[in-house]
C-alpha cells in the first residue's frame, strides 16, 4: 500500500509509522512487521498527530489505517511505554488508559474525516479496537481478531466494551470478550465488524477503490454524517434530530452542497471539492 506519494514522510524517527498523502488519501501505516506492529508510546502519539492534522488539513480527503507485514496490530507493545520512574500509585493505571489507548481510540471516532481500516492480519487487542473504531473496515480473508484480554486476566481497554456492543450487541460482544477466541475474517464480516472480506492479494486495491471515492465525495458532508452516525448510538431521538437538523444547516453552507444541488438540477455528475 502506498508508503510515498506527494508528501511522502521519510525522516527516520517516523520510520515506525509511515505517512504519505496521495490524492486525497492520507495513508498511515504502522511499521513494525518483526513485532506484528504491536503499537508503541511514539507510535501511537504519531497516529493521533496525523489523524488531528488530517481533520484541519482541507487537502484531505480520507484517511487510511493499515500496517506492513503479517500483522495489522498485536496489541499494545507495553516494553515501547516510557519507563516507570517511581512506585505505582492508585490512578495511575486509570490515568495512562485515559491518556494512551483511549486518546488513540477517540482519535480515530473524532476524525473528521473518514477512516478506513485495511486490515492485513491479526489484529488484537487495542490493534482490534483500533479497526473497529475505523468507519469502514475491510480486510484480507488471513486476517484475524482477537479480544485478547481475557487470556491475560485483564479487563478490556482501548473502548472495547463502549465499541463491541454496538456493533454486534451485547450477547455477541460478551462471547467475544469472555472467551478471547480468534476470530476469522470472514466470521468478522458475518457478524457486521467488517465491510468486506477479500483474498489478501486484492486488500490494496479494494482499499484505494473505495478511499478514492470518499476522496472524491463531499467531504464536509461526509464528516457531518459521521459525527451524526457517532453521536447517535449515545443520545435519544429528539437529540438525534436536532443534531441532524443543525448538520444539515451547515452542510447547506458548502461548496460541496451547492455543486450536489447544481448538478442535480442539471443532470449532470457533481464534482466535489471537499469544500
Same mark, same amino acid.
Given at each position: 500500500?502506498?508508503?510515498?506519494?506527494?508528501?511522502?514522510?521519510?525522516?527516520?524517527?517516523? /520510520?515506525? $509509522? !509511515?505517512? %504519505?498523502?496521495?490524492? @486525497?488519501?492520507?495513508?498511515?501505516?504502522?511499521? &513494525?512487521?518483526? +513485532?506484528?506492529? *504491536?503499537?508503541?508510546?511514539?507510535?501511537?502519539?504519531?497516529?493521533?498527530?496525523?489523524?488531528?492534522?488530517?481533520?484541519?488539513?482541507?487537502?484531505?480527503? /480520507?484517511? $487510511? !489505517?493499515? %500496517?506492513?507485514?503479517? @500483522?495489522?496490530?498485536?496489541?499494545?507493545?507495553? &516494553?515501547?511505554? +516510557?519507563?516507570? *520512574?517511581?512506585?505505582?500509585?492508585?490512578?495511575?493505571?486509570?490515568?495512562?488508559?485515559?491518556?494512551?489507548?483511549?486518546?488513540?481510540?477517540?482519535?480515530?471516532?473524532?476524525?473528521?474525516?473518514?477512516?478506513?481500516?485495511?486490515?492485513?492480519?491479526?489484529?488484537?487487542?487495542?490493534?482490534?479496537?483500533?479497526?473497529?473504531?475505523?468507519?469502514?473496515?475491510?480486510?484480507?480473508?488471513?486476517?484475524?481478531?482477537?479480544?485478547?484480554?481475557?487470556?491475560?486476566?485483564?479487563?478490556?481497554?482501548?473502548?472495547?466494551?463502549?465499541?463491541?456492543?454496538?456493533?454486534?450487541?451485547?450477547?455477541?460482544?460478551?462471547?467475544?470478550?469472555?472467551?478471547?477466541?480468534?476470530?476469522?475474517?470472514?466470521?468478522?464480516?458475518?457478524?457486521?465488524?467488517?465491510?468486506?472480506?477479500?483474498?489478501?492479494?486484492?486488500?490494496?486495491?479494494?482499499?484505494?477503490?473505495?478511499?478514492?471515492?470518499?476522496?472524491?465525495?463531499?467531504?464536509?458532508?461526509?464528516?457531518?454524517?459521521?459525527?451524526?452516525?457517532?453521536?447517535?448510538?449515545?443520545?435519544?431521538?429528539?437529540?438525534?434530530?436536532?443534531?441532524?437538523?443543525?448538520?444539515?444547516?451547515?452542510?447547506?453552507?458548502?461548496?460541496?452542497?451547492?455543486?450536489?444541488?447544481?448538478?442535480?438540477v442539471e443532470r449532470r455528475p457533481p464534482?466535489?471539492?471537499?469544500?
Open positions: 500500500m502506498p508508503v510515498s506519494g506527494e508528501a511522502a514522510e521519510a525522516a527516520p524517527r517516523d /520510520a515506525t $509509522v !509511515l505517512h %504519505a498523502l496521495d490524492g @486525497g488519501v492520507s495513508w498511515i501505516t504502522l511499521n &513494525r512487521p518483526e +513485532a506484528m506492529n *504491536a503499537v508503541t508510546w511514539d507510535q501511537r502519539e504519531r497516529i493521533i498527530a496525523l489523524l488531528t492534522d488530517a481533520s484541519a488539513d482541507p487537502t484531505v480527503r /480520507a484517511v $487510511v !489505517l493499515t %500496517a506492513t507485514g503479517r @500483522g495489522f496490530c498485536a496489541g499494545a507493545d507495553l &516494553r515501547g511505554a +516510557a519507563a516507570q *520512574a517511581r512506585e505505582r500509585v492508585p490512578g495511575d493505571v486509570s490515568r495512562t488508559i485515559r491518556l494512551g489507548a483511549q486518546r488513540l481510540i477517540a482519535a480515530v471516532l473524532d476524525c473528521e474525516k473518514p477512516v478506513i481500516a485495511a486490515v492485513n492480519g491479526t489484529a488484537a487487542g487495542i490493534g482490534a479496537h483500533l479497526a473497529f473504531a475505523c468507519d469502514l473496515v475491510l480486510a484480507a480473508d488471513t486476517a484475524k481478531f482477537i479480544e485478547v484480554f481475557v487470556r491475560r486476566g485483564l479487563v478490556p481497554d482501548g473502548g472495547g466494551a463502549y465499541l463491541l456492543p454496538r456493533l454486534v450487541g451485547p450477547q455477541r460482544a460478551k462471547e467475544l470478550m469472555f472467551f478471547g477466541d480468534a476470530l476469522t475474517a470472514a466470521d468478522a464480516e458475518r457478524m457486521g465488524l467488517v465491510n468486506r472480506t477479500v483474498p489478501a492479494g486484492e486488500l490494496e486495491a479494494l482499499t484505494k477503490e473505495w478511499a478514492g471515492r470518499l476522496a472524491a465525495g463531499p467531504t464536509r458532508a461526509v464528516a457531518l454524517t459521521k459525527q451524526l452516525v457517532n453521536a447517535s448510538l449515545d443520545g435519544d431521538r429528539a437529540a438525534a434530530f436536532a443534531a441532524e437538523a443543525a448538520a444539515q444547516e451547515i452542510n447547506m453552507t458548502t461548496r460541496d452542497a451547492a455543486e450536489g444541488v447544481a448538478a442535480f464534482t466535489y471539492e471537499g469544500r
